[in-house]
């Protein structure tokens, strides 16, 4: 594809948002916009479907929906709250250990800087650049395996993991685009452009997209 054209990729993408479900996280940020509630949901959702994720989620909060709520839990209520999310109990020990160094170190609020939200346990690149854009409208790249299999397949980036993804985009994609740019290939990755026999006839892209990679399609 022509790097310039992005910006209609990303036009055609917004306008077929509303036919899906956003991703969870996503989802999370519109019901509330509490950069708490996305960190946990971000947390959460780590290996794990949405709609898992979006379960868990609704049962934790009902039982606490900040730092100190939260850390009053013994783990194993937090562990029962949050099955069957991948790798529960891991999540739950780091779910407590984050509330204690929100409240430590951060007095409860949660930080605004990428950099410091990676100080924290069990927080990538990817949930540290959500809870920026997302919870702080902040600019802010997010890339998980959809974001980095699409923008690779478009041919709009030349890169073998998600973090070298994250740093080509940051180059080269126009910063208005930063924010929306995970929602609008999550969403088309989940529904349209999926890992393996894609659903070509279906794109409203496809003829923007060098599908690199893709021997299969639909």
């Known amino acids: 594809m022509k790097d310039k054209d992005i910006s209609k990729i990303i ?3 917004k306008k077929e948002l509303y036919k899906w479900k956003p991703p969870i996280v996503t989802e ?8 708490f509630r996305i960190l946990i949901s971000c947390v959460l959702s780590l290996r794990t479907k949405d709609d898992t994720t979006r379960g868990a989620a609704m ?3 009902e039982l606490a929906d900040n730092p ?3 850390l009053r ?3 194993k209520i937090v562990e029962k709250a949050i099955y069957p999310v991948g790798f529960y109990r891991n999540k739950a020990e780091n779910i407590l250990e984050i509330c204690g160094a929100l409240i430590n170190k951060y007095h409860s609020k949660i930080p605004d800087e990428i950099d410091e939200l990676l100080k924290l346990k069990g927080v990538g690149r990817k949930t540290a650049n959500l809870v920026v854009t997302l ?3 902040k600019p802010g790249i997010c890339v998980d395996t959809h974001v980095h299999r699409i923008s690779n397949r478009f041919g709009y980036v030349k890169t073998k993991a998600p973090e070298e993804t994250e740093n080509a985009l940051r180059k080269k994609l126009p910063k208005r685009h930063w924010i929306i740019y ?3 290939l999550v969403t ?3 529904n349209i452009c999926k890992p393996i026999s894609p659903m070509c006839s279906r794109c409203s892209v496809e003829r923007y997209c060098d599908k690199i990679g893709v021997t299969k399609h639909r």
């Open 28 to 35: 999370v940020a519109n019901r509330k916009k509490d950069p």
């Open 188 to 190: 088309h990755g989940q």
């Open 73 to 75: 839990l013994k783990k």
């Open 68 to 70: 100190k709520d939260m």
């Open 135 to 137: 919870g702080y409208n």
């Open 182 to 184: 995970n929602d609008l």
């Open 11 to 13: 036009e055609i993408l």
């Open 59 to 61: 049962r934790l909060f």
